[in-house]
């Protein structure tokens, strides 16, 4: 095993494309580690860097103890795990497993120690005789993985190895991953442009954009503390809720809404108290609202806001509450790029708003009796407000924004 760390790496790809832009990651020893970030950002780029199938055109990346720069990808000792895995459909599954260490002239008795364990590990017992066609999608993709653990290599690079499998077996290979990664315990940078599978899988989360790196962090903490608009509004199913806010001495005001924010608050966000009499953009977790009536009490503090539902989504445990409100969408250029990366996965932009309204997200309590148009209170817990700075789009007193 070994950690892997790349210093100020670049990528400029003939043409003049610059697809990662100095960056500086250090992934421990074991650790999972997630780059995610919308399509072309950078990620494929800078795992297949890793890897050795791309050059680097700057910067260094070590793997254990060396430069790597211009180690090619055989003498790497880590295994790739792709969207597109081919299988070789002449084999079956055991001769698929055993075919990358025959080529290595490993012991007969070593290659059947592998296979089975990795067989074992995978569920893959009872088809080891069975050639690819037979198998369903998530089983091929499992065989995927052994042929990559068969390897025992020191660090695993999978690109999107899920994103051909549909969602529930995504979910079920997400979790056997988890399993796979609390096992073997080998060092994995793992790409995906989704979200969700980022948050699950990663010990932490790198999040790309345009090349360059945004925030590295724990999943909870990029969720809670995002360093700017662009991170708080990519992480996170529903996206986070963002308005152009005036913020005024004990609370902010838009549209017609007027929320108090709690003293704690200004302390919490150094430099925020700056931004008194001005604007600056909000940022609302759906999940920081609650219907007012299924509060019942415990959400003392928390500010009303009454709104007139457009669309409910109900989800089971929860329900999304769509409504609007009557302010602008927030011009940023992030929150405009994170817009149009949402339309293009979901397609679900199609709500026409008229001028000047936003379309916001509550996520609420299934208990909640709610409808479309009706008029709903909100409580909305103004703890949990996040604050930008309208030019850069910075998060408002995080800790790597704050200087000195
Ligand atoms: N071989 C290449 N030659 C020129 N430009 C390239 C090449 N490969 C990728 N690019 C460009 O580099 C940028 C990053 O591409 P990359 O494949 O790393 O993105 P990605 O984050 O993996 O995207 P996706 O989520 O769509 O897979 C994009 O602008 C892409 O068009
Ligand atoms: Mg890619």
């Excluded at 999608?137 to 695993?156: D, H, L, N, S, W």
């Amino acid at each position: 095993m070994a950690s892997i760390v790349l210093r100020g790496v670049d990528k400029i790809y003939a043409g003049g494309v610059k697809a990662v832009n100095g960056l500086d990651l250090e992934i421990k020893d074991g650790e999972f580690m997630v780059l995610v970030g919308p399509s072309g950002c950078g990620k494929s780029t800078a795992l297949r860097m890793i890897a050795g199938l791309e050059d680097i055109s700057g910067g260094e990346i070590h793997i254990g103890d060396k430069v790597v720069n211009h180690l090619p990808p055989k003498d790497r000792d880590i295994a790739m795990v792709f969207q597109n895995y081919a299988l070789y459909p002449h084999m079956t599954v055991e001769e698929n497993l055993a075919f990358g260490l025959k080529l290595r002239k490993m012991p007969k008795a070593e290659i059947q120690r592998r296979v089975v364990e990795a067989a074992n590990m995978l569920g893959l017992e009872g088809y080891l005789k069975r050639k690819p066609a037979a198998l369903s999608g998530g089983q091929r993709q499992r065989v995927a993985m052994g042929r990559a653990i068969v390897r025992e290599p020191r660090a695993f690079l999978m690109d999107e190895p899920l994103s051909n499998l549909d969602a529930k077996l995504r979910v079920s290979m997400r979790a056997s991953l988890n399993q796979l990664h609390e096992r073997l315990g080998v060092t994995t940078v793992y790409v995906t442009h989704d979200q969700v599978e980022a948050m699950t899988l990663g010990d932490r989360v790198c999040v790309l954009k345009d090349g360059v790196l945004q925030q590295v962090d724990t999943p909870q903490n990029l969720f809670d503390r995002p360093v700017n608009l662009f991170v708080a509004g990519f992480m996170g199913s529903p996206a986070m809720n963002f308005v152009t806010a005036d913020l005024v001495r004990d609370g902010i005001a838009f549209a017609n809404y007027r929320l108090p924010i709690p003293a704690s608050t200004f302390t919490d966000k150094p430099g925020l108290g700056d931004y008194i009499g001005r604007k600056l953009i909000v940022g609302v977790r759906p999940s920081d609202f609650e219907d007012a009536r299924s509060a019942n009490g415990h959400n003392e503090g928390w500010a009303r806001i009454p709104v007139r539902v457009s669309v409910t989504e109900e989800l089971g445990s929860e329900i999304n509450v769509l409504f609007t409100i009557d302010a602008p969408p927030v011009m940023h250029k992030d929150a405009l790029a994170l817009a149009q990366d949402a339309a293009g996965d979901e397609a679900d932009g199609s709500l026409p708003l008229g001028g000047g309204k936003s379309l916001w997200t509550a996520r609420v309590n299934s208990r909640s009796q709610v409808r479309p148009n009706q008029d709903l209170e909100l409580v909305v817990d103004t703890h949990n407000l996040h604050f930008f700075d309208p030019e850069s789009g910075l998060a408002i007193g995080h800790p790597a924004n704050v200087r000195g």
